[in-house]
Structures are given as structure tokens and as C-alpha cells.
């Protein structure tokens, strides 16, 4: 039995990397997901039935309701399509985006 290898924490500031930067980025991006989506959902307002699947699945919480249907905050979705897959009416499309 091979005992277990220990890698040694490497120390940033030993390379010349300030303690406080950020890996990513060094400001708050201001885009949100309908900046950079390609696709959007569209609710056909006659087949939804309220039944709240598409609110219940969506990972980013942005299905919001409307007194007789329910609806996307286009700001926030990603439109990865889980809705629409999961939409027992078939009351989702997903449509591309148009550019510009
Ligand atoms: S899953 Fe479909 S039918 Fe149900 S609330 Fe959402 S859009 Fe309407
Ligand atoms: S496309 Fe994805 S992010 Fe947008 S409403 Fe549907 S499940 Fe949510």
C-alpha cells in the first residue's frame, strides 16, 4: 500500500501575485445571461396550464407567474432549455436569438 502523496500549497506571493487578485477577473462583470444567450424560450400562452414544471426545473430561478400563465424574466435566462424539455403541454419553444 503506496502512501498518499502530498502536494505542497503553493504560495502566490512568491510569484509575484498580489494576494488579492482575482483568477478570473479584476472588476464585477456586468452582463447578465440574456447579453450572450442564443436561444429563448417563448411561452404559447393557450397550452399553459399553470401546472409550475417549467418553474420547478429551471436551474436560475427565472420563471416568474403571470395571473394566467406563466412566464421567463428574458433577463436572467440562459436559455439552456430545460424548460422546455420538461414542459408536460408543450407549451415552450425555443427560438434563436435574433442579432442585433
Ligand atoms: S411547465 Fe408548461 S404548462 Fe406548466 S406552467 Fe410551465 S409553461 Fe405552463
Ligand atoms: S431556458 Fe433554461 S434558464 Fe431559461 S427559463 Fe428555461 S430552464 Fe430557465
Known amino acids: 500500500m503506496s502512501a498518499r502523496r502530498a502536494y505542497p500549497m503553493r ?24 447579453d450572450w444567450r ?23 430561478q427565472c420563471v416568474v407567474e403571470r395571473p394566467a400563465w406563466f412566464d421567463i424574466d428574458l433577463a436572467t435566462c440562459k436559455g439552456c432549455g430545460i424548460c422546455a424539455t420538461e414542459c408536460p403541454h408543450r407549451a415552450i419553444t425555443m427560438i434563436e436569438e435574433v442579432a442585433g
Open 11 to 34: 504560495d502566490p506571493a512568491a510569484d509575484g501575485v498580489p494576494a488579492d487578485l482575482c483568477p478570473i477577473a479584476t472588476a464585477l462583470n456586468p452582463m447578465q445571461p440574456g
Open 38 to 60: 442564443s436561444l429563448r424560450p417563448v411561452v404559447d400562452r393557450d397550452k399553459c396550464v399553470k401546472c409550475a414544471v417549467c418553474w420547478l426545473y429551471c436551474p436560475v
